[in-house]
């Protein structure tokens, strides 16, 4: 994978529609990421931007409103495809239309359910066909025992469907790190021993409802976790960049598994547009830029840090990535994962 960099000048070389996570790519909380908007404007120039993101809290068309008002002003709800959007094309193959549905979550959920033509409770006295779970920072305890009752029995013996919009652990705020809908998942899942069915990234359908919805040819993806952008990329064979203003830093990289590697690995979204520098591999030295670093047994060492942090962490990434061998089967020095980049 990591070859594929090598006869791309940039980044944008060659695509038609750039597709962009939203936390943790272009804001962070209610504000923007640094050169998020400028750059993102400067590639809808001459291609198709849109947006896939896993936060099922607010509707395609309030999305689009915000990053309007961030600076993105050609922004439209049809830019962005949404987690529940997702859910209700799963939903749709599992209950019959018109179904009485429980929903956890919020506005975007809740929108989504109604124009899919199904009926919206938030009890599961009112026996309903099925839950769909997302992230709504009011969700309480009250709503996930709710989606508990209704789930309490299995599949196996004649249990209702439950879908998840997606499982982030965590989601980036302006305040730091809080918990995602993959920690209120879990929590009913603790509670009812059940599994749900997950519509959002990592999982392919979201892809390729942008894929289909922006005619894409050769599009790229922009994410900041590892976890669920780059992973569900990769499972959409779709081309990546990961970006270090989110989630995962330079330690994440250098473990990440090969089902979660992106072909691009940029400081900000200005990089974008830069050439993207070759790896070369002589031995048991990866040269990335001026940046190289050698594997001598065990040890992963810094033969020259070179004159960018970024071609630094490309550089160890790639060495491990190339090795076969796991991250915990090297020593690696504490400079190599230091984190100078920007971070919410």
Do not use: C
């Not at 919206?120 to 508990?148: I, K, M, N």
């Amino acid at each position: 994978m990591w070859g594929r960099s090598s006869s791309t000048p940039t980044p944008l070389d060659g695509v038609d529609v750039l597709l962009a996570d939203l936390d943790g790519v272009v804001y962070a909380g209610p504000g923007p990421i640094p050169h998020a908007v400028e750059s993102l404007n400067r590639a809808a120039s001459d291609r198709r931007v849109g947006y896939i993101t896993n936060n099922a809290s607010r509707t395609d068309a309030s999305v689009a409103a915000h990053l309007v008002e961030l600076g993105l002003a050609a922004t439209r709800a049809g830019d962005i495809v949404t987690s529940p959007q997702a859910a209700m094309t799963l939903l749709a193959d599992l209950v019959a239309p018109g179904s009485t549905v429980l929903v956890v979550g919020g506005e975007g959920l809740v929108v989504e359910v109604e124009k899919a033509g199904f009926v919206v409770t938030r009890s599961a006295e009112d026996a309903p066909a099925a839950v769909v779970q997302g992230f709504a920072p009011d969700v309480a305890w009250v709503h996930l025992a709710e989606a508990a009752f209704a789930l309490k029995t299995p599949v196996e013996d004649g249990g209702i469907p439950w879908v998840a919009t997606n499982t982030d652990w965590t989601i980036p705020q302006a305040r730091g790190i809080a918990p995602g809908n993959g920690t209120l998942v879990s929590a009913v899942h603790t509670a009812v021993g059940r599994l749900a069915t997950v519509a959002g990234k990592p999982e392919v359908p979201i892809f390729r409802e942008a894929e289909k919805r922006f005619d894409a040819s050769s599009p790229l993806f922009i994410g900041d976790r590892l976890d669920t952008d780059i992973k569900g990329a990769v499972a959409a064979g779709m081309r990546s960049v990961h970006v270090l203003t989110g989630i995962d830093r330079p330690k994440h990289l250098l473990a990440a598994p090969p089902d979660s590697r992106p072909d691009f690995i940029v400081s900000d979204l200005r990089e974008l547009f830069e050439p993207y520098p070759s790896t070369i591999v002589k031995g048991t030295r990866t040269t990335v830029g001026s940046a190289t670093v050698e594997i001598d047994g065990a040890d992963l060492r810094i033969v020259s840090e070179g004159d960018r942090p970024v071609d630094l962490v490309r550089a160890g990434a790639a060495a491990v990535w190339n090795s076969g061998r796991a991250i915990f089967g090297f020593r690696v020095p504490e400079r190599l994962y230091a984190d100078p980049f920007w971070r919410p």
